[in-house]
């Protein structure tokens, strides 16, 4: 369990980071319209408050999450990959 539990740390980590610097890198694209960067900035914070609600005890880590998470990743992830 402590083994699972590490890893779910990991993966967490290196999602946030990545969320964090890609939003970043749409709020300085001055090609992108204001509402596309609010969309996106918004839907980044979402995906970075599951984690930390996680961290915090708000929410228990379950099947469930790790069955939506990576779907919310991949989607948003497709939302930016036209951005660059």
């Known amino acids: 369990m402590v ?4 890893l779910l740390i990991a993966f967490n980590v290196a999602v946030v980071t990545y ?3 890609r939003m970043f890198q749409v709020i ?3 090609y992108i319209t204001q509402g596309r960067k609010a969309l996106i ?3 980044g914070l979402l995906l970075l408050l599951a984690p930390f609600s996680m961290f915090f005890g708000i929410m ?3 099947f ?3 069955m939506i998470y990576p779907v919310a ?3 948003f992830l497709y939302l930016i ?3 660059e």
């Open 3 to 6: 083994i699972f539990r590490l």
């Open 60 to 62: 228990n880590a379950s």
């Open 73 to 75: 990743i991949s989607l």
């Open 41 to 43: 900035v918004v839907a």
């Open 81 to 83: 990959r036209e951005v």
């Open 28 to 30: 300085k694209n001055p």
């Open 64 to 66: 469930l999450y790790f």
């Open 19 to 21: 969320l964090v610097y």
